[in-house]
Each structure stands twice: as structure tokens, then as C-alpha cells.
């Protein structure tokens, strides 16, 4: 079957841009041109709207196995799907834990059963993500792994994480890290500061994060190692990741939306919702992770989409677990938060959101290309729509943004070549 998306505005981060009409047979890229005259089986009008790479996420959690009351794989590629997302990375702190081969594997199989979005599983660093003994990344490379994290939880030893790097080295293999030294945490549920002290919740220091952070930088650094920073969400964080890089380290990071577009005042509604790990921190590391996505230094913006269960939420705000769902907001709260606010040129939220991760990751993807993959995102910046519980694909409905207009709307996705999403819905 041929397609054309006719008369939308190519936004395209290393590849070619503009008002370009696709053609797409065979799952691939026939041809960017503008005013493409051939017939095709459809022609998708895409006239005042933009259309993208289809947007890569490099940390997600999918909960299955063993917790498929949260989310499933099947109902989180449909999430990513309506958010833009064609490709998405699935961290491993499941039950079991994705920390062998048949874990892997099976992360693999379910996603092609579910056949939406591509998932690609993150492994384990260590087994059990116990931090102690080092799983096979070997192995779980070539069962399909695309990086190592036991995200969730730091990696505690130093040695082992030290270990961690002279192994993955072996393999060019990338190490994500979850930057948390748990004794300076001390049951922390908040960011700790003015607005911690005012509601009567206890801080979690923002040193917490980053005497971790400084740590993997210093032992990338003495290893010439790799080292991928997950989450960053205080100034400081940013500041030694800058530093970094100017020095040579072999270092990038993400950050997310919810630390560009919310601060700690959030949680003194006691919204559960906005309890989130790290947690929401001050408007001035919001800030600065506005200016450290516009000046390169924070590469990539991950949703670190993490569904629960009502139950989950519904407790005392010092019960609740962590975590927001982010992959249907994502692209709006970018759009909203950093293009319409001139911070980011819509050129650079599209490379945070899609080449830049993909590159990170290894992947074949965030590129619109002819004789590439068919990973296509549109995305109408007109359409206005409302955060509603029943309206979201995934099983997790907690999102500080519940109720709220946001600005911004995927509204069509092919994967492959296929259509996932047409008209702002899932194709079944």
C-alpha cells in the first residue's frame, strides 16, 4: 500500500526539512520531495500541521512482568503511540527482574505481539538489581538489550559500578544510572527547602542526587568509560554534566518534562501525583534545566513515564509511590513549556525528543530519511485537548496534569509504515 502525507511542514533534525510531501510503501521512505506527483492508495492531508520523526523515549517503565495492574507492555505502546513515540526504552525493575537472557527476550516478544510502538528493554546492572553481582551483558546484548540500568535504585557500591564500567566496556555497552545516595534521602518525600518546611513534609536534600551524580562522572572519567545520567533535575546536576563534557567525559543526560514545567510547589497541594523521584525541585533548577536543554547540555528529555495504580496514589502523600505517567504529555507540555516560551526553537525539541535519544540508545531511528524506516509523527500545534482519566491509553491515570488544557496534539503515527494512530486515535 502507498501513502502520501501531503502539505505539512517537515521537521526533521539532520535530515531534510520543510514543506515536503512523503511517499511511503514497503514500511519505508520513498521519497521527500515537495509536490510529489505520483498516485498512492491514500493521501493523508497534513496541511497546518507538522510532521516529525517518529519520537524516541529512553526510559519508560512497563511494569510487566509483574505488575500488569499498572501497565502492560501492549497498553504502555499504545500510550507511546498516541504521545508520538514510535520507539521507546523500558527500564527493568519488574518481577522478575529483566536480568537474563529469557527476560529480555520475552520484553522483545510481547512488544512485537502487541505491535505499536517498538519497545526496547533496558537490562539489569546487577542482578535482582541488588547491586552486588554483575549480570551478562554479553549475553543480554545480543538478546536484544540496548543499555544496563537498575533504575529504580542507584547502584550503591562504587566498586561495583566501577566494575560495571570496565565490563560494558568491552562492549561499547552504555550504563544509565539512577543518581541517589540513599542515606542522605533519610525518608525524604519532597524536594527539601522552603516549601518542604511550610507544609510539614520531609526534604530529600537535593545532595542526594548529586554526590551520586559527581560520582559516575569521576568514574567515567578515570575509565574513559561510558555513562548515561538519567533524570536530572537540580542546577548543580546540570553544572557538573557541563563541565563534564568540556572536559571530555564520555557523559550525557537526560531530563524531563515534569522538571521543565513544574516546580516543588506543586506538592504542597498534597497531590500525589506530584510525587515524583527525583522529586519537583525549585524554579530555579526549573530554569536551569530549560537553559541546559537549550545550550546542549542536556541531551535528550525522556519521560520516565511511570504508571501506578490508584491504590498506589490514593494513600497519605508520605505512602504514595513515585512516579507520574508521562508518554501522552510529553510532546504538549515541550511544546508549551519550551517553544511557545521561545526557549527552544521547535527544530531543537524535535532533536531532544527524537535523534539526539536514538543516537544515545543506538538505534535506527528519529530520522526521516528516504529508504528509512517509516516511523512518522504528526502533530498539530492548534489542537488544544484536555488531560481526562478515561481518555488516556495507559493503565496509569496519574499525571500531575489530570484535568488541565494542554496545547499541542499528535494526531497521526505510523510505525513502520503502518498507521498506529489516526486522527488522534489508536487504530485497533
Not at 542515606?183 to 548529586?210: D, F, I, K, Q, Y
Not at 494513600?315 to 516560551?341: I, P, R
Request: proline residues 4%.
Amino acid at each position: 500500500m502507498k501513502t502520501i502525507i501531503r502539505g505539512g511542514e517537515v521537521v526533521n533534525p539532520g535530515g531534510l526539512q520543510g514543506k515536503l510531501d512523503l511517499l511511503i510503501e514497503h514500511g519505508r521512505i520513498v521519497q521527500m520531495e515537495e509536490h510529489l506527483d505520483t498516485t498512492a492508495d491514500e493521501v493523508v492531508d497534513a496541511t497546518g500541521r507538522y510532521i516529525f520523526p517518529g519520537l524516541v523515549d529512553i526510559h519508560c517503565h512497563l511494569r510487566e512482568p509483574g505488575y500488569e495492574y499498572k501497565e502492560t507492555i501492549a497498553s504502555g505502546a499504545r500510550a507511546a503511540v498516541a504521545g508520538g513515540f514510535t520507539s521507546i526504552c523500558c527500564m527493568p525493575n519488574t518481577d522478575p527482574v529483566i536480568d537474563d537472557e529469557a527476560g529480555v527476550q520475552y520484553i522483545v516478544q510481547r512488544a512485537r505481539d502487541a505491535a505499536y510502538a517498538k519497545v526496547y528493554p533496558i537490562a539489569a546492572i546487577t542482578k535482582g538489581l541488588q547491586g552486588k553481582e554483575l549480570t551478562e551483558m554479553g549475553f543480554l546484548l545480543q538478546a536484544g538489550a540496548v543499555a544496563f540500568s537498575d533504575d529504580g535504585r542507584p547502584v550503591e557500591s562504587a566498586r561495583v559500578m566501577r566494575n560495571a564500567m570496565l565490563y560494558a566496556k568491552n562492549f561499547d555497552a552504555l550504563l544509565c544510572s539512577h543518581c541517589e545516595e540513599l542515606s542522605l534521602v533519610n525518608g525524604g518525600v519532597m524536594n527539601e527547602g522552603e516549601a518542604s518546611t511550610r507544609v510539614g513534609l520531609r526534604g530529600n536534600t537535593r545532595a542526594a542526587e548529586e554526590v551520586m551524580l559527581s560520582r559516575e562522572i569521576l568514574l567515567a572519567e578515570s575509565m574513559d568509560g561510558r555513562i548515561h545520567i538519567c533524570h536530572v533535575s537540580t542546577r548543580q546536576g546540570f553544572e557538573m554534566v557541563r563541565q563534564a563534557k568540556k572536559r571530555g567525559v564520555r557523559v550525557t543526560c537526560e531530563t524531563c518534562p515534569h522538571y521543565f514545567s513544574l516546580t516543588d510547589e506543586a506538592c504542597t497541594t498534597f497531590d500525589t501525583n506530584t510525587k515524583i523521584n527525583p522529586p519537583l525541585r525549585t524554579e530555579d533548577d526549573r530554569q536551569a534545566a530549560i537553559e541546559a536543554l537549550a545550550d546542549g547540555t542536556c541531551d535528550a528529555i525522556a519521560t520516565d513515564h511511570a504508571p501506578h495504580h490508584i491504590d498506589d496514589k490514593q494513600v497519605e502523600f508520605d505512602l504514595a509511590a513515585n512516579g507520574a505517567s508521562g508518554l501522552e504529555t510529553a510532546l504538549s507540555l515541550g511544546y508549551m513549556h519550551l517553544v511557545q516560551t521561545k526557549r527552544l526553537s521547535l527544530g531543537q525539541l524535535v532533536d531532544h525528543m527524537s535523534a539526539i535519544p536514538a543516537r544515545i540508545m543506538g538505534l535506527d531511528a528519529g530520522i526521516l530519511q528516504p529508504g528509512g524506516h517509516a516511523d512518522i509523527t504528526v502533530f498539530d500545534p492548534s489542537q488544544t485537548w484536555t488531560v481526562e482519566a478515561d481518555k488516556l491509553y495507559t493503565k496509569g491515570k496519574n499525571t500531575p496534569w489530570l484535568g488541565q488544557t494542554l496545547q499541542g496534539k499528535v494526531t497521526d503515527v505510523w510505525v513502520d509504515g503502518r498507521p498506529v494512530l489516526r486522527h488522534a486515535a489508536i487504530v485497533e
